[in-house]
């Protein structure tokens, strides 16, 4: 096993420059910790690139690897990060437990300081347990049987993201949260600092090399908040809205560089960027950056057949992202996934919005709304700095919460995702439930798979028709809430199978096309359905790759174009035309 993948820095948006990738070959083992394999971190056991390969069932693996730490640590604290271990995990570092996370789709960190040593060789170990059968654990699209089936994958067991260790100074900046105040032409950053009192934040905001402003702020606390203004004498050259401003076709971003001072020496400096726009709902229109915009964005479920919910390498990121912009979309739903970090920072500096979304359980229960909530908020704590998010989504179809139409818990557990995104994201659209019953949403989505052109032509030029549609014979709305002018996004349709083979062998999509003239005209009429309806302000084709059986991508899972991919742009091209 001599390939080591993804020694990339994890996190772009919080970036220091003293770290060591720990992802390469790890000793591994099924149930008890004998250790007798080897394993490719960050790449799950099923997985081809994790070196094994292994489908069958396991309930616990453990980790083991040796590191010395880097000498260039020595004086400071020593993090241990893990970007995602599916499900639930403890951390040892020579034998001392160190770490607990309970959570599959996002990540933690322990100060292991007091249990390192810089003198000889320190000892990792990890325990994963992942019960599979568990219907009420967040999950997404992993499958609780043997082998994938209709809309479910192979699983993820145990670590699926990188792991890193990070030099952290002692009074160092532990969070910040930068928004864009884009009508004032100013940035906002709310900031905690750790480890001192009676500190100072040196912020330096520079944009393409050139520096901006320079601020600093005193914090007798610990925490604060600073909106810097960027209508500086140096950005004159430029029309702030024009040319300074974050959108998929202008991904402009500022650099900004956070020294942390005490009794005047810098302790800690963190690197990040962000991009200034504005997300918002005028006159029942989704607007980005005060205008309307015609959001064409494609099912991303962020699958690779020898890597499964790892990227097998950044470059694989940056071309999906290439891919996707090179057919005309301009955003992606990233479906049943929180993604990678690394994902979000290529889509930050390429232009794609992004809907944030999280894998989902099947059954609801009070310990299914705990899970939900601690990890929902730690997703959305995460990539609050990202532009690229426009908007997040805390619940898909009903899952989890399918009898919502009648049970008051399960009500009162989607406004409650609804309310605390909005508590701790003021910033973006949240849609409650995407697809159909709808309790409170920014944005009114319809998940329609009617293969018909006439039928969706027809539903889609009338309003009434639009709001009578039962999607999957369920109601757009529960109960006595009602259309109140939000916007109306089509966020799943089409998914189209292309295939000339008789022999499917369970493969499927919503629809099926012989030739490639019939597949192309089939997209290309979906398409114009809403582009000449008046009330449909974008849409959401499903989807972006073939996966497991479902073979309903307009890419292969190899991610070869089964469309030429300036077709499938000149279809996309060109305005909602009403």
């Not at 994958?153 to 952290?168: C, D, F, N």
């Not at 229109?285 to 205008?291: A, G, P, S």
Request: with cysteine; proline share 4%.
């Amino acid at each position: 096993m001599t390939n080591i993948y993804r020694n990339e820095y994890p996190r772009p948006v919080f970036m220091r420059d003293n770290w060591l990738s720990l992802n390469g070959e790890w000793d591994f083992s099924f149930d008890t910790d004998k250790f007798d394999r080897k394993i490719n971190v960050p790449f799950a056991f099923e997985s081809k690139l994790s070196g094994l390969g292994i489908t069958e069932f396991h309930h616990t693996v453990w980790y083991r690897r040796t590191s010395m730490i880097p000498l260039s640590m020595r004086g400071s604290r020593i993090f241990l990060h893990f970007g995602a271990v599916d499900y639930s995990c403890k951390v040892w570092v020579n034998e001392i437990m160190v770490a607990e996370h309970t959570g599959g789709q996002t990540g933690f960190c322990a100060d292991i300081t007091d249990a390192v040593s810089f003198d000889k060789s320190n000892t990792f170990v990890v325990k994963a347990v992942d019960d599979h059968m568990d219907l009420e654990m967040p999950r997404g699209k992993q499958f609780w049987e043997d082998k994938p089936r209709s809309i479910f994958y192979t699983r993820t067991t145990g670590i699926w993201q990188s792991v890193w260790l990070e030099a952290v100074p002692y009074i160092h900046l532990e969070t910040v949260r930068i928004t864009p105040l884009f009508d004032e032409k100013a940035i906002k950053f709310d900031y905690k600092i750790c480890g001192g009192k009676g500190t100072t934040m040196k912020i330096q905001i520079s944009f393409e090399s050139i520096l901006v402003t320079s601020v600093s702020v005193q914090s007798q606390s610990g925490k604060g908040s600073l909106s810097v203004s960027l209508d500086q004498p140096v950005l004159s050259a430029w029309n702030f809205y024009e040319d300074l401003a974050w959108s998929p076709e202008t991904p402009r971003l500022f650099d900004v560089v956070f020294n942390v001072c005490n009794e005047g020496q810098v302790t800690d400096t963190v690197s990040s960027y962000f991009g200034m726009r504005k997300v918002s709902v005028e006159n029942n229109m989704f607007m980005l950056n005060n205008r309307p915009y015609y959001q064409k964005l494609i099912l991303d479920q962020g699958y690779w057949p020898a890597s499964l919910m790892t990227a097998p390498s950044d470059e694989a990121f940056i071309k999906d992202i290439e891919l996707v912009k090179a057919m005309g979309f301009n955003g992606v739903r990233k479906h049943q996934k929180v993604e990678d970090p690394r994902f979000l920072y290529h889509a930050d500096r390429m232009g794609l919005l992004v809907w944030g979304e999280i894998g989902s359980a099947y059954l609801y229960s009070d310990e299914y709304a705990v899970r939900m909530y601690r990890e929902w908020i730690e997703a959305v704590q995460r990539d609050y700095n990202h532009p690229c998010i426009v908007a997040w989504v805390p619940l898909n179809e009903s899952w989890a919460v399918q009898e919502i139409q009648k049970n008051t818990l399960q009500q009162e557990h989607c406004k409650a995702l609804f309310h605390i995104t909005k508590s701790l994201d003021s910033s973006r659209l949240v849609i409650d439930n995407d697809g159909w019953e709808h309790i409170c949403t920014d944005i009114l989505t319809i998940h329609d798979y009617e293969s018909s052109v006439a039928v969706m032509r027809d539903r889609y030029a009338h309003l009434e028709k639009i709001l009578e549609f039962l999607p999957n014979g369920k109601k757009l709305f529960i109960g006595d809430k009602q259309y109140d002018n939000q916007p109306i996004i089509v966020s799943e349709f089409g998914g189209i199978r292309f295939s000339q083979d008789e022999n499917s062998d369970g493969l499927w999509g919503y629809s099926e096309r012989k030739t490639l003239e019939e597949y192309t005209d089939q997209f290309r009429e979906l398409i114009n359905a809403f582009r000449c309806s008046k009330y449909v302000q974008g849409y959401c084709y499903t989807q972006l790759t073939d996966i497991g059986k479902e073979q309903n991508g307009l890419l292969t899972s190899d991610r070869e174009p089964k469309i030429p991919l300036e077709t499938v742009r000149e279809i996309n091209k060109g305005d909602n035309q009403a």
